[in-house]
């Protein structure tokens, strides 16, 4: 699974960012339709919970979000091109 933010409720506040052990979120760079600089999921593979399907580990960025902007995303469902490089 990897996190992913929900653009209608983050307003930039980047406690995420701050959050992640593991540097997952970055300061966004571009403004929403809310007119914040929403934070990005730049760096998912990096998640604990990175090819997890159940039983989810820490969590903080879940848990620390003030907007409940973050969830969990399926993997398979990014819609993007899986990654096989190596
Ligand atoms: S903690 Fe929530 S509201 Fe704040 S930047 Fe991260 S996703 Fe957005
Ligand atoms: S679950 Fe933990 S490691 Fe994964 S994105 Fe959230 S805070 Fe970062």
Known sequence: ???DIDLAYCKGCNICVYMCPKK???KGADISERGYFAAVVASPESCFNHGRTEK???ELCILSCPDQAVS????AEEGEDVDKAG
């Open 56 to 58: 989810l580990i820490c």
């Open 24 to 26: 997952c979120f970055s």
């Open 1 to 3: 699974m990897r996190p």
């Open 72 to 75: 969990w995303k399926p993997e």
